[in-house]
C-alpha cells in the first residue's frame, strides 16, 4: 500500500519535473488591424493558445504583448494563432 501511494506521488509530481514553467513575455508586432474589432480578434486568438496567460493588444502600436508559460507553447504558436486570423505576427526587434 505504502509503495502504491509513492508510485502515485511520484507520477503526480513527475508531470511537472524536468520542465520547469517559466512565464515569459513576449512583444509581437501585428500586421493588418484595421479597426477598433480588429485587437479584439488578435486577442482572443491568441488567448485560445493553451498556456497563454495574457494578451494586450495596442492597435495604434501594432502590437500585442503576450505573457505565457514556456513549457506549453512557443513565441512561434502564438505568431500562427494571429496569423490564422489573418493578422501575422512576428516578435518585435
Ligand atoms: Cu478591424
Not at 508531470?15 to 479584439?40: F, H, W
Not at 508559460?69 to 516578435?91: H, L, M, N, Q, Y
Amino acid at each position: 500500500m505504502k509503495n502504491l501511494l509513492r508510485a502515485i506521488v511520484l507520477a503526480v509530481v513527475g508531470t511537472s519535473d524536468g520542465a520547469i514553467a517559466a512565464e515569459r513575455t513576449v512583444i509581437l508586432t501585428v500586421q493588418n488591424m484595421t479597426c477598433a474589432a480588429c485587437p479584439y480578434i488578435v486577442r482572443e486568438s491568441m488567448s485560445g493558445v493553451d498556456g497563454v496567460e495574457k494578451v494586450e493588444v495596442s492597435l495604434a502600436e501594432e502590437t500585442a504583448t503576450v505573457t505565457f508559460d514556456d513549457a506549453k507553447t512557443t513565441v512561434a504558436a502564438i505568431a500562427d494563432a494571429s496569423e490564422r486570423a489573418g493578422f501575422p505576427a512576428a516578435p518585435k526587434e
